[in-house]
């Protein structure tokens, strides 16, 4: 069964700031596909990055940073300089070959950039 | 712009009077997806079509059902809705197989009176 684990439920910053969300899986299958969704507060989920299992090679993409750890199950999300544009929930989800390729998510983050 | 659009944005019904929710895609995505998000939540999937091939998850109740006519357009169905079933529906489509990321239209708000 998969199991994707978000323990901060919510984090403060202030803008500027560096943060970073947890995002710990579970998961049987070898083969595997690991996603962030942000979620505004207008409530659209909105896809930021995909990493198959087969390729732990960090990203950045701008002021965003991905770390993928297989070895401790972990695919972190780190967001530099923060700004009040990133206050949302944002979401981490496992995909795995062997389940219809639907995906699990964990329970979010919600985070709050105050000025 | 291809897309994922929901209609209503929001919806308001009465206690055990059916309501239909509509979500439609410009994406041409053979897989579609329907949600319940309650606040502060993850999303749960309810069932998705791979084309046609309609998957009901174990734990959706009856109560819900879902036709998808054609490849654009998929509907919710609530037949008799309860308070417990005021939430937010997502819809979200993505590509056929296993690792696709899902794009997601803006949602449905139900309110049950």
């Known amino acids: 069964a998969q199991k994707v684990t978000q323990a901060q439920t919510e984090i403060s910053v202030v803008e500027k700031e560096d943060v970073t969300l947890d995002c710990v899986y579970e998961?049987?299958?070898?083969?595997?596909?690991l996603f962030w969704y942000k979620q505004p507060p207008s409530g659209e989920l909105v896809f930021l990055i995909r990493?198959?299992?087969?390729?732990?090679q960090n990203e950045i993409s701008g002021r965003y940073s991905w770390n993928f750890q297989k070895s401790t199950s972990s695919f972190n999300f780190t967001i530099t300089a923060s700004q009040v544009v990133d206050s949302a929930v944002y979401f981490c989800a496992l995909s795995e070959k062997n389940n219809a390729g639907k995906s699990t998510f964990g329970d979010g983050t919600t985070l709050t950039v105050k000025p | 712009d291809a897309m994922v659009i929901q209609n209503p944005r929001y919806q308001v019904t009465q206690f055990g009077k059916p309501v239909t929710l509509s979500c439609s895609q410009t994406l041409n995505h053979n897989v579609m997806y329907w949600y319940q998000q309650k606040s502060s939540q993850a999303p749960k999937l309810l069932f998705h079509?791979?084309?046609?091939?309609?998957?009901n998850e174990a734990d959706t109740p009856d109560n819900f059902q879902s036709r998808r006519p054609n490849t654009s357009f998929c509907f919710l169905d609530i037949r008799s809705p309860g308070l417990g079933d005021a939430a937010m529906y997502l819809c979200a489509t993505s590509g056929t197989g296993y690792g696709y990321e899902q794009y997601f239209g803006p949602g449905t708000r139900l309110t049950v009176t």
């Open positions: 990493r198959n299992s087969f390729d732990e």
């Open positions: 998961t049987r299958d070898t083969t595997y596909y």
């Open positions: 079509y791979y084309d046609k091939d309609f998957n």
